[in-house]
């Protein structure tokens, strides 16, 4: 329970702080980001497998290999472009599910679905990997690793806006990348990066979070201006 | 953004369908030609249940430990230890046949996986697969891959017997051989190597000197004893064969179970035409599991082309086989 909380508590926060920023003219649609929250959740099952397919039966183990190019493609491979994939398809899973069965979706509704994916994978991440770490580094991840989850997918929604609005499929190869690119490299700089670490970590921090704040701060409540509900 | 644009949702299907069969390949790929190098101290402890590998279960023990795991005799010191069975006896707690404690462990894996390779009729391939992802740093490794791969042609002799296969083994294992890291067993198998391949003369100079270097007098050795003397019978030389036969019995204590070596015996002829000694050997063998009959025939192929000194002895061996002949 005391893991839960410790590895967790930062999502609820920031979910928090996203929804208040952005819903003042309408009722926001909890029933869609619980689903999104499902969504999160279910993600990280298929990313476990996989990170563990590289982890355990490949050479591109970034822990213990100690060649440096087969790390950083271990590190591209697995949480770069694999964890990154199965948070984004299991958000666009749910897009799509959205889109078949009820109203569109708001363009924050979107980015803030993904991001509410990215709060629940990285907390289900720091509740089952990281609960052998000390309650400090915990919550350590919460204010940092969880928030990194919600802005890459925060990236990645924003390739599917521009998709639908371009009508072209690239934006969201786009995005996809660039969210797969930032995140490899702030997993080089945390796990191999002993001097550039002290530059990389917190400028990356600093930039991704930037970002993901222009982008929340672009998107509109509501693309129509009136009044949406989600009953 | 202020437009709402319509949501296809083509476009995100193919992305997910995409992406993700170009990730799992990719990471198949990966599997295949990128495997994950194991260490020997992981190879050789027990896995976890959920990873029980075949090599595993089979070497698991009641207790639950793994019978392949590093040998108390293993734990030596790390750094080169000279071979002494090449010029002599081992100093006692010395390693008898490994220069290091990797090259001990990597030897163990080895006969492992001639183990699954003979028992389980593991793929040759697939064991070598597996064998090349153990990361060695020492200097062993083509020495020990090519016992490896020379053993498992020895265990295949019999079924896939060529003069190319024989010629094969002769090469290898002069090669194994002439290698720092070889010892006795290694100048066993050239000895036999060299037999095969119908060159008696080194055959039994390598057999000499493992006979010489051999620091237990087990099983192994009395199959070097016979080595030695079948080498001398293929060279024509008679009384080596006389000495060595005088206490076969106890050199040799399979002698009882004729059926194992007898064929191998049979064969040398082909290489080695009529060869009356070999023929006055196989009789002596033979009689000495009493079947008289065997006996009889080959004294009598024998003693037609060999009057060397001795033959006096072969003639009170076969006046002994005509006295309890079968009628």
Known sequence: MIVAVAGGWSAILYFGLLLRSKYKLTIPPYRRFLVFACAGFVSTIPAATFNAAILDRTALNFFETSDLRLGVLGIFLAPGLGEEFWKGAAALVAVICFNRRERPLEPAECVLGFATVGLVFGSVENIISYDTGHGGYLLMRGLIAVPLHACMCMIQAMGLLCCWRRRSIIPLFGFYLLAAFLHGLWDIASIYGSSIRAYWLPAGVLTIYTTALLIWRSVPESASGSEATDS | ?327
């Open chain 2, 1 to 327: 953004m202020q437009d709402q644009p319509k949501q296809y949702a083509e476009m995100p299907v193919l992305f997910v369908l995409l992406m993700g069969s170009a990730l799992i390949v990719t990471v198949c790929l990966v599997m295949e030609f990128l495997p994950r190098p194991i260490s020997l101290e992981d190879f050789l402890d027990a896995p976890p249940p959920q990873k029980r590998s075949l090599l595993h279960r089979l070497f698991s023990t009641r207790d639950g430990k793994s019978a392949l795991r590093n040998q108390p005799d293993a734990q030596g010191p790390q750094e080169h230890v000279t071979q002494t069975q090449v010029v002599g006896a081992a100093a006692p707690g010395e390693l008898q046949t490994v220069s290091s404690r990797d090259q001990a462990l990597f030897r163990q894996a080895h006969m492992a996986h001639q183990l699954l390779v003979r028992g389980f009729g593991h793929p040759i391939a697939e064991a070598k697969r597996s064998l090349a992802r153990i990361p060695t740093a020492g200097s062993f490794r083509a020495y020990e891959e090519m016992r490896f791969h020379n053993d498992l042609v020895w265990m295949d002799l019999p079924f896939t017997e060529s003069p190319a296969i024989l010629a094969e083994l002769d090469k290898n294992s002069r090669w194994l051989v002439n290698r720092p890291e070889a010892f006795f067993e290694d100048q066993f198998h050239a000895g036999l190597g060299a037999l095969n391949a119908g060159n008696a003369t080194d055959a039994i100079a390598f057999l000499q000197a493992a006979m010489d270097a051999w620091p237990v007098a087990d099983r192994s050795y009395g199959s070097v004893h016979l080595g030695l003397v079948t080498a001398y019978a293929a060279d024509g030389q008679l009384q080596p064969v006389l000495l060595g036969l005088e206490d076969f019995k106890r050199v040799y204590p399979d002698w009882l179970y004729i059926e194992l070596f007898s064929q191998d015996l049979a064969e040398l002829h082909a290489i080695y035409g009529e060869a009356p000694v070999l023929c006055i050997l196989r009789a002596r063998l033979s009689q000495l599991v009493h079947d008289d009959k065997t006996a009889l025939a080959l004294y009598q192929r024998g003693l037609r082309g060999t009057s060397q000194d001795g033959v006096d002895v072969v003639r009170q061996w076969l006046a002994e086989v005509e006295v309890t002949k079968p009628r």
